[in-house]
């Protein structure tokens, strides 16, 4: 399954906050060798959410989403992820339950809004105010607080997805072409690419001083050492050399 990241806000994208969701997200599933295979950060306009959820609701991606779900105007990630799914927005029991037992009669009339899921939904707790965050299918739906969303990370991994672990490529390899331009072993990426689909090509070039191109193999070890070793010919072929230590770039 792949895993995406919906990162949701005005905020973010004019500057006035800077998330930390993404780097947050990314060495949570490294414990576990795990990767995003995507992320996406839109505003709060309603066309615009709905465009990207109905992008993202539409496959079977475990996908962790940030932000929207209070009960002010501008968060319209409950009522969006709802009418994608094509369902009803309704009170959930169990978010009521705890919205009430955590704000008591002051839930009313105004808090009580956020236990308003689409309707097929399951909580997700929360430590800090009980105010629950929801899933529905591999979508998780969280508040942009990092105090309360990160904890609900930890708790979907542990309950949802325990046994998805060491999806990541097992090894890498990466070499240091000194001089190269990318479009000198373009022929030899190619022949790589196609002899070895399972593995994840980079290639970086570096511009100024020292120019160089960082090449990069991940994948299984096995199949790294057979494609590196035709690259590592080729590149001497092609009159360049190579080593295993980055050049100094400064």
Known sequence: MSIGALIIGDEILSGKRQDKHFVH??????????????????GDDPQQLQRFLSFTMAS????????????????????????VA?????PHPEAVAEIEAQYGDKAYPQRIL???????????????????????????????????SWPMIQWILNTYYDD?????????????????RESELLESM????????????????????????ELSLRGETDLIE???????TAIVTAGFIWQTQAPDRN
């Open 164 to 180: 998805l672990r060491n999806t990541a490529p097992a090894d890498e390899q990466i070499i240091f072409v000194i001089g190269a």
């Open 114 to 148: 956020m236990a308003e899921f689409p309707e097929g939904s399951r909580i997700i707790p929360n430590t800090i105010n009980r105010v629950p965050g929801f899933s529905y299918g591999e979508h998780h739906f969280m508040p942009g607080f990092p105090e309360m």
């Open 86 to 90: 094509e369902v009803s927005l309704k």
């Open 25 to 42: 997200l990314q060495s949570v599933l490294a414990e576990r060798n795990l990767e995003l295979d995507w992320t996406i950060i839109v």
């Open 190 to 213: 190619r022949i790589v690419v196609a002899q070895y689909p399972e593995l994840r090509l980079s290639s970086l070039p570096y511009l100024g001083r020292n120019p160089h191109i």
């Open 60 to 83: 079977k991606d475990i996908v962790f989403s940030f932000g929207g779900i209070g009960a002010t105007p501008d968060d319209r990630t409950r009522e969006t992820a709802a009418k």
């Open 226 to 232: 057979h494609a590196m070793s035709y690259f590592k």
